[in-house]
């Protein structure tokens, strides 16, 4: 692990931008300076205001840190949250060729590399599959012979809000070390013409239960990401069935 | 760097001014590297050390026992929010290190939790005052999700430091990383100064 974390503030450049869902839009940024990160880190990305009011916000980036030796551009998934301010200026406001401030990477807990062969879970609730989508295309990307087998438990509230559905679908398709399930909460199973890997119904007990029961052993780790009722529920069900506690890392967004 | 488009949300000004790059908060976010500790109040008890010695030792009770201590004070999270005005009871470490007969060493302090978190302090950042063994809440009993039942309160600086689920506090002549400060975050963590990160 790194003693030091890239702290200087950069001035990047917003070469795309991608409307992911109703609520998420993706933003490619081109940074001036080459800065390697580990899957599921985070930038701070800091506005200010002409009169000098500044805001500061984390955003986890999904992108894979592939090419290590020239990751000059990061992809920050941005959901827009009611009332925030920062948000909603990346929502309403950002355009191509626009000028962000940030810094980073940042943590280094919620990280993984695709190294061990033992089995790891990933579970997402909303937009909380940013970093782990960072990690999912880090082990597409490996260059190792034996990849961890990989099973995501991925909660949405409709279709829609399915969060890079069908990259992760292509992945699930042609990987068979990666398991995938999509939990549609607000979503009836008729409405829905697409129905592989899809379940309707939130993420229980029984569900993680049977998902675990597919692995060859114990997952190595577990990664939990989404809002902090999301990550409290997720985790307790992962202690109930016996997954040890130093094995769980959370990333928890918002009250 | 301006923003030219960006003006900010529309607000109340806050009671008393926050620090640089924080915004106020009026829920009260969890944020934890892994899973709630579940603690048994029955089984607990909270030690501190000086290097290898362990000088004192207190029960759930016995710390209920102590002369406690209300606070009433702002937190300020390194994820940028703050929270004004909060209300919590509890034991100084003051009181714990008069219960033990000691005075606190010059140095550094490292505090451990259930779980394996930990996160340093100088010692003079727990002591007159500053530093708490919190269990009480607006009122109520501490829920585990923001440490309880006791958690190490140090609300002057960043609320990383003031470790959930709070088991020991050891003191050490030589100041060590905890487990953020390991992954880049600042060894002392005063808001005011922003020191967020390694190098701030």
């Known amino acids: 692990m790194n003693s030091t974390a890239t702290t200087d503030w950069q001035i990047a450049t917003v070469t795309s931008i991608h409307v992911e869902s109703p609520r998420v839009k993706l933003f490619t940024l081109e940074l001036p300076v080459n800065t390697p990160f580990r899957a599921g880190q985070h930038f701070d990305v800091r506005l200010t205001a002409p009169d000098g009011y500044k805001a500061q916000r984390s955003y986890s980036v999904s992108s894979s840190p592939e090419p290590a030796s020239n990751p000059t551009s990061i992809e920050l998934a941005v959901e827009l949250i009611s009332d925030g301010e920062v948000s909603s200026y990346f929502h309403e406001a950002v355009e191509l060729g626009d000028k962000i401030e940030l810094r980073g990477p940042i943590g280094g807990h919620f990280t993984w590399s695709p190294i061990a062969a033992k089995p790891v879970v990933m579970i997402a609730g909303g937009s909380g599959i940013a970093p782990i989508m960072s990690m999912i295309r880090h082990r597409s990307n490996a260059a190792v012979i034996k990849i961890s087998p990989m099973l995501l438990m991925f909660s949405a509230r409709t279709e829609a809000d399915i969060l890079f559905s069908a990259e992760l679908e292509s992945i699930a398709v042609n990987d068979p070390d990666f398991n995938l399930i999509i939990a549609l909460t607000r979503s009836e199973e008729v409405e829905s013409d697409n129905r592989s890997f899809r379940q309707f119904r939130r993420i229980d007990r029984p569900t993680i239960k049977s998902a675990l029961s597919t692995l060859a052993t114990h997952p190595s780790r577990s990664y939990i990401c989404g809002g902090s009722s999301f990550v409290e529920a997720m985790a307790n069900y992962l202690l109930d069935l016996g997954i040890p506690n130093n094995s769980v890392r959370t990333e928890r967004f918002g009250p | ?200």
């Not at chain 2, 290097?51 to 606070?71: F, R």
């Not at chain 2, 451990?112 to 950042?125: H, Q």
Request: aromatic share 12%.
């Open chain 2, 1 to 200: 760097m301006i923003n030219n488009k960006f003006f900010g949300r529309k607000r109340a000004e806050p009671a008393r001014p926050i620090p640089p790059g924080q915004y106020l908060e009026d829920g009260f976010p969890v944020l934890s590297a892994g899973p709630t500790q579940r603690v048994d109040k029955a089984t607990w008890n909270f030690s501190i050390e000086i290097g290898d010695d362990t000088v004192g030792t207190w029960t759930w009770d016995e710390l209920n026992a102590l002369p406690q201590t209300d606070l009433h004070t702002d937190l300020h999270c390194v994820t940028k929010w703050s929270k004004q005005d909060t209300h919590w009871r509890g034991v100084t470490i003051d009181a714990l290190l008069a219960n033990a007969g000691i005075e606190a060493p010059v140095g550094f302090v490292m505090a451990s939790s259930d779980g394996g978190y930990t996160t340093n302090v100088p010692s003079a950042d727990v002591i007159d005052g500053k530093g708490l063994l919190v269990h009480t809440y607006d009122g109520e009993p501490l829920e585990a999700e923001h440490g309880g039942p006791v958690r190490l309160l140090i609300p002057h600086l960043y609320l990383w430091k003031s470790a959930k689920w709070i088991r020991s506090l050891k003191f050490i002549d030589k100041d060590e990383p905890g487990f953020w400060e390991r992954y880049g975050y600042h060894m002392y963590g005063d808001p005011w100064r922003e020191q967020r990160y390694t190098n701030d």
